[in-house]
Structures are given as C-alpha cells and as structure tokens.
C-alpha cells in the first residue's frame, strides 16, 4: 500500500499500472485508438479524408497493416495505415546509427604547479596535444600553495606559455583566470577548415 499526496492509500497494483503507464509512452495502434474521427492516411502516403475510427481500422485490416495515430495533437487526429512492426524496427536502426555517429567531447585535465621545470612542462604540453588531437577539450589548471598566492602573476605567464606551446592543434576557449587557490584555462580544439 502506497500513500498519495493527499494522505490517502492506493493500492500497490494501481501505483505501478500508473508508473508504467507513464514511462511506456507509445504511439496508439489498431484498438488502442478511440477517438471519434480521424484523418487518414494510406501506406502509399496518399490523403483518405477524415472518417471514425473503427471505418480506419477496417481500411487498415483490409490491407493486412496496422492503423497508427501519427499526430495525437492534431483536429483531428492523423493516423497512418502502415507495417507497425517494419516501422519500429526502422525506427530502433536510424537511433543506433544516430547514436554511432554521435562524438562525445570530453573533459581532461593537465595540472601545472608554479615552478614547474622545462622537460616536466614539455610532457604536460605533449599530453594536451594528444588530447586535443583526439577531438577533447583540455581543462588546464594551476593550484596555488602558501606564498605562492601573493604572485599569481606567475601562473599567469606559465598558462600564456603553455596556451603558445599547445597552439597548433588548440586555441583558448575561456582564458586564464584565477578561482580561489587555483587558476583555470580551457582549450579546445581548432576548427577543421
């Protein structure tokens, strides 16, 4: 037994009939549609006119297909005589194919210290460029420890020579700039020409 909003008790089975309802939500097919008219359309894509729904249901029964409410938003309805089946399996083969082609840009971070030294320097820069030749963008950070806070001037030179030295494969997407203790850069790959 669940309780609502109000204080008052549902009873389990009605809670996940609900719940399930409302993340399953699909197109309404065949029986599922009871609106009093609809606006029909044929598997072939040509106009049918407005009848009721159980006329549209015979048209779609007659040609062994489905009949699917296309535009529930629409006066009236649309709905579609077509191979429901063949429909979603097409549907299921476009989004696996969106979702290959889809790149997801991450987020590295390099971080540098103050009084860092030529050959440690040139392998963060090595680092970066291997990030941003992969496609990522590069978070660059300097934390500031103790008296080093009194000359985050510093940090900012060390960021300007660490923004030159990776400029070939990046440019600066937000400049250096000072947060708390530490100092943040962001770069992100060129554009392709």
Known sequence: MFIDFRGRGISSAFYFWR???ISTKELQINEEIHDKEVRVISNTGEQLGIMSAAEALKLAEQSNFDLVKIAPQAKPPVCKIMDYGK???????????????????ETKEIRLSLNIDTHDFETKVGHATKFL????????SIRFRGREMAHPEHGLVTMQNFAEAC????????????????????LATKPNK
Do not use: D, H, T, W
């Not at 030749?133 to 660059?140: I, R, S």
């Not at 990046?170 to 850069?185: H, N, T, V, Y």
């Open 167 to 186: 400029q070939e494969y990046g440019i600066i997407e937000k400049p250096a700039k000072l947060e708390g203790r530490s100092m943040l850069m962001f």
């Open 87 to 105: 429909y979603r399996f097409e549907q299921a083969k476009r989004e696996k194919e969106a979702k290959k082609n889809q790149r997801i840009v």
């Open 133 to 140: 030749k992969a496609g990522n963008k590069v978070k660059v």
């Open 19 to 21: 719940c399930l309802n």
